[in-house]
């Protein structure tokens, strides 16, 4: 998930975090990492399903400017071009994104981003066609796009419980179906990404390029998400061959303690400025070199290895998924949540083009 957002910011397609997303990510910093979830009595996942009509009943009195002309999605295996009306796309990127184990307030934002996202997205390729699209608004290449399950998908994903998840994100896609997040009147760059290290990162910090509403703000619910502290080790030699195939020419010298030193983070932990043997770095290239959980992380040298203590998942720039778990949990709305991670941006109906 989760470069998607670096690429919308450079006009150009990417990866990320998550935090990918994929999201989130995410990694992809990806989305948040999938979680086996409990299940429901037969008789829940019925009701759940009678629910679900319900609101797809409600759903088609949307108004009547509501854009739903199908996303066509390149599929990387086939090279063939899908028509996905927008429901199914919403819906098959909220089940590739965020558990469904998360609360429905969660589950609804997690829509709202997705939908921008896409609408996003299609604008940017209908100004500026990518080729290799072969005229889609994207693929369900997860590298480089948004995460998405096809229904098939979505059946295998779940399994046992795919009657009762289904049907429980399809009713949360459906009570937000027509809105998008929107700043001066354009679809947002609504980036997400599973949890941060306790403060959401600028999208300047964390790509290079300031957007006015991916700005630091206050998740310190995410101390408390699963694998929020992680931590990777590393020998003398795969330290060593993972810097050499990242940073071609490296030169190491003969202390290890000295091969990566963090040299400047942001006020949210990011590491900006760090020393790679001979080399400036930033935070985000040693994050992928060594496949690091996040670029907020610390570096230790005990017993002869280097151990890369992480927090957070993902590039930590606008919606954490567990933040948004969270907020839900006390009570805000998926507008409360929204709005608290992409500050100054608008909810809307997303209208037919003219």
């Known amino acids: 998930m989760k470069n998607y957002f670096a690429a919308a910011l450079f006009m150009a397609a990417s990866i990320a975090a998550a935090p990918a997303v994929p999201v989130y990510i995410a990694g992809r910093g990806g989305p948040a990492a999938a979680v086996s979830q409990e299940g429901a009595a037969v008789t829940e996942a019925a009701s759940a399903s009678e629910a679900a009509s319900e609101h797809t009943a409600e759903a088609a009195a949307v108004p009547s400017e509501f854009a739903d002309e199908p996303y066509k999605v390149l599929d990387a295996a086939t090279g063939e071009v899908l028509s996905v009306p927008v429901r199914d796309y919403v819906i098959g990127a909220v089940c590739a994104e965020m558990p469904a184990a998360f609360p429905e307030e969660a589950l609804r934002a997690q829509a709202v981003a997705a939908h921008t996202y896409a609408e996003r997205q299609r604008k940017r390729e209908r100004s500026s066609p990518t080729e290799e699209l072969k005229g889609a608004d994207f693929s369900n290449d997860t590298s480089k796009y948004q995460g998405y399950f096809t229904r098939e998908q979505i059946q295998k994903f779940y399994g046992d419980k795919f009657e009762e998840n289904y049907a429980k994100v399809s009713a949360a896609v459906d009570e ?50 699963p694998k929020y502290l992680d931590q990777k080790h590393f020998s003398r030699e795969s330290l060593k061959y993972a810097l050499e195939t990242a940073f071609p020419g490296i030169v190491l010298g003969d202390d290890m303690s000295q091969w990566v030193q963090v040299l400047g983070t942001s006020d949210s932990g990011t590491v900006l400025k760090a020393q790679a043997g001979d080399k400036k770095v930033t935070g985000s290239e040693l994050r992928s070199a060594l496949a690091l959980r996040s670029a907020c992380f610390e570096v230790s040298y005990p017993d002869g290895e280097a151990v890369f203590t992480t927090r957070g998942y993902g590039h930590g720039v606008g919606m954490s998924q567990y933040g948004a778990e969270s907020m839900a949990n006390d009570g805000s709305s998926w507008q409360d949540i929204l709005k608290h991670y992409y500050p100054g941006c608008e909810i809307g109906v997303q209208k037919k083009s003219p």
């Not at 009147?185 to 991916?214: C, Q, R």
Request: net charge negative; no cysteine.
């Open 176 to 225: 937000v179906l027509p809105y998008i997040l929107t700043y001066k009147d354009e679809p947002a760059i609504a980036a997400f990404h599973s949890m941060s290290s306790g403060k959401t990162e600028s999208a300047e910090n964390a790509w290079g390029t300031a957007v006015d509403y991916l700005v630091p703000v206050d998740s310190s619910a995410d101390v408390s998400a």
